[in-house]
């Protein structure tokens, strides 16, 4: 039997919606993935084994080779920087990186961002000659500015019904966000056929839904 391709799938809001992706493009996945508890899933009629992760971990495990393939947004893509190939946007989990605060806001002299993204939100203020202090948080970023921790904060934004419903505002959009179908260096050197094959039938899916 010939290898595996593994593929990092990240859990949560995108692993539904990339399922639904393959199975269009003739790669049939099990319809219970988004709920399954295992970590390791081989599906070897299709070639492919599935490490299911959490996103943030996605392009770590691509970049050090324990999977040939990730699939990961372009938030965690640019916060984490990591070493690797990136392949093909897949067009889907559309959402957008923005800066967010309370409608009355005006700018302080020592200003505070909190944030998941410290790396993404140091660069963009910086790039902007803006000074201001990042403070990292791991979940309930909308309280930041309610409790006057931050000024301001970035997060990513799909809907902004939890915005409205906490009385904040997007001042800025930073980026739009998409996942990502990305490659380790070396698997894509080495598994070349294999990965291009994967590519080209997810490509001729992305192409008929743009």
């Not at 081989?42 to 959490?54: N, S, W």
């Not at 490659?183 to 839904?209: E, G, T």
């Amino acid at each position: 039997m010939s290898e595996l391709l593994r593929i990092a799938m990240p859990k949560g809001r995108i692993v539904k919606k990339a399922a639904e992706l393959f199975q269009e493009a003739g790669l049939g996945l099990p319809d219970d993935i988004d709920d399954s508890r295992k970590y390791i899933i081989p599906i070897p009629e299709i070639g492919i084994e599935l490490i299911m992760a959490k996103p943030v971990d996605v392009p770590t495990f691509v970049e050090y080779g324990v999977t040939d393939l990730g699939i990961v947004g372009k938030d965690v893509l640019v916060e984490e920087n990591r070493n690797v190939y990136e392949l093909l946007d897949l067009g889907i989990a559309r959402c957008r990186m923005s800066v967010i605060g309370l409608p009355d806001w005006k700018p302080t002299l020592h200003p505070r961002v909190a944030t998941k993204y410290p790396n993404v939100a140091s660069k963009y203020f910086r790039e902007r000659g803006q000074q201001v202090e990042v403070i990292k948080l791991n979940g309930s970023i909308e309280l930041a500015p309610l409790i006057g921790l931050a000024d301001r904060i970035v997060d990513m934004v799909e809907t902004g019904t939890t915005l409205r419903e906490n009385g904040l505002v997007e001042m800025e959009t930073m980026f739009h966000i998409t996942s990502r179908l990305i490659a380790n260096r070396v698997s894509f050197r080495m598994k070349n056929d294999k990965i291009q094959s994967l590519c080209d039938r997810l490509q001729s899916v992305v192409r008929v839904k743009v």
